[in-house]
């Protein structure tokens, strides 16, 4: 697997990110790196980037439009409430107790944009334990009712490495 192959932004987020509002604020949580952020500040979104990794998000400290924030949202208090977005990112991370904290972070209008392992990737490495995979249907259980589902999928896919996800891209519709 090639250096490149992780630092680019993925074609799951690339394909749905026509749907957030042009400038609208972006919420990059578990942001590692900042691929994503990167990408999303590149276009002219201001971004506010997550991840526990003090060394990863401070690489991102001189990105012009991005706020990068180290935190640990996992035994934490969220560190977003009350702000909403135009769109929420979350890439190969899962944390079920912030799936509320992460759906009211979404304006009316914003967009959803999940991707992570599934149950069946301990066959192809890490994640394995099930804590960190997620069930079938599990995020099409999280939005329903509150979001309105433009696309999902429960796939095997090789790049950039053998892996089973689950993906969905939803939009919050306005009450």
């Given at each position: 697997?090639?250096h490149d192959?992780?630092d680019r932004?993925s074609?799951w987020?690339l394909?749905?990110?026509?749907?957030?509002?042009?400038?609208?604020?972006?919420?990059?949580?578990?942001?590692g790196?900042?691929?994503?952020?990167?990408?999303?500040a590149?276009?002219?979104?201001?971004?506010?980037?997550?991840?526990?990794?003090?060394a990863a998000?401070?690489s991102?400290?001189?990105?012009r439009?991005?706020q990068p924030l180290?935190?640990?949202?996992e035994?934490g208090?969220?560190?977003?409430?009350p702000?909403?977005?135009a769109?929420?990112?979350?890439?190969?991370y899962?944390h079920r107790p912030i799936?509320?904290?992460l759906l009211m972070?979404?304006?009316?209008g914003?967009v959803?944009?999940?991707?992570t392992f599934a149950?069946?990737?301990?066959?192809y490495?890490?994640?394995?334990?099930p804590?960190?995979?997620l069930?079938?249907?599990?995020?099409?259980?999280l939005?329903?009712?509150?979001?309105?589902?433009?696309a999902?999928?429960?796939?095997?896919s090789?790049?950039?490495?053998?892996?089973?996800?689950?993906?969905?891209?939803?939009v919050k519709?306005p009450p």
């Amino acid at each position: 697997m090639s250096h490149d192959s992780i630092d680019r932004p993925s074609p799951w987020v690339l394909r749905w990110a026509a749907l957030i509002t042009a400038g609208g604020r972006v919420l990059d949580v578990a942001c590692g790196h900042g691929r994503h952020a990167r990408w999303f500040a590149e276009r002219g979104h201001g971004v506010d980037a997550v991840d526990r990794d003090a060394a990863a998000i401070a690489s991102l400290a001189h990105t012009r439009g991005v706020q990068p924030l180290c935190a640990d949202i996992e035994s934490g208090r969220w560190p977003y409430q009350p702000q909403t977005y135009a769109a929420v990112i979350v890439a190969n991370y899962l944390h079920r107790p912030i799936f509320p904290d992460l759906l009211m972070a979404l304006t009316d209008g914003g967009v959803l944009i999940y991707e992570t392992f599934a149950l069946g990737n301990e066959r192809y490495g890490r994640p394995s334990n099930p804590h960190f995979l997620l069930k079938p249907g599990e995020l099409l259980d999280l939005v329903r009712g509150q979001l309105r589902v433009v696309a999902y999928e429960h796939i095997y896919s090789d790049d950039p490495k053998p892996a089973l996800l689950q993906r969905i891209c939803a939009v919050k519709c306005p009450p």
